[in-house]
């Protein structure tokens, strides 16, 4: 009986057989379809749709101080336009923790009440303000004397005005303005 002649190289032994193929190419098939959606880098209905708008800018505060009144009052007079805090110390950078207006001797300004370190709710001291979180303390002009807030900085001025000529007075957290600014 003779031996059976050796068949051609096969697709098994080639390392790529029919099977491989077709599994391959249905992956390449779905992959196009896939990608042919939007669905293949982050896209799909998500790339479509509208960016979120911007938030609207913050909202004038009414003081119940005239310009006169204040000018009236001595150097160094502070008053609150701050949120209440009940004596526990909330971190919000920016303007979220309210306003202090200020007249010092050369007019009237408004400084956010937001630490510089981490957003604590800074109070009035004797001759300026300070932080309850970690004691950083700050001039009357709201510069940072004392740290772990940056020594030197200055913490945000906003503009005010009068609300009509000779009205109450108007704190604008959307204007702000030189640390050197004042109504006078
Ligand atoms: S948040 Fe004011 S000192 Fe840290």
């Known amino acids: ?24 190419a249905l992956a390449v098939a779905a992959a196009s379809a896939v990608s042919a959606c939007g669905g293949g880098g982050g896209g799909g209905y998500s790339s479509s749709a509208p960016p979120p708008p911007p938030p609207p800018p913050p909202s ?45 001797g050369t007019g009237i300004y408004a400084i956010s009440a937001s630490c510089l370190h981490q957003g604590g709710h800074i109070d009035p001291t004797s001759g300026g303000f300070g932080c309850p979180c970690h004691g950083s303390q700050y001039n009357l002009n709201g510069t940072v004397t004392v740290g772990p807030a940056t020594v030197g900085a200055t913490l945000q001025h906003y503009e005010v005005s009068e609300s009509t ?5 108007v704190i604008d957290p959307s204007k702000p303005v030189s640390a050197t600014t004042r109504l006078s």
Do not use: H, W
């Not at 000529?165 to 007075?169: A, N």
């Open 1 to 24: 009986m003779s031996q059976p002649e050796p068949l051609p190289p096969t697709e098994a032994s080639s390392g790529f057989d029919r099977r491989s193929f077709c599994a391959c």
């Open 60 to 104: 004038p505060v009414s003081t119940t101080e005239t310009k006169a009144g204040l000018l009236g009052q001595p150097d160094g007079t502070v008053r609150d336009y701050t949120i209440s805090t009940n004596g526990a110390c909330p971190l919000q950078a920016g303007a979220a923790q309210g306003y202090y207006l200020v007249r010092d």
């Open 165 to 169: 000529p000779g009205g109450t007075l």
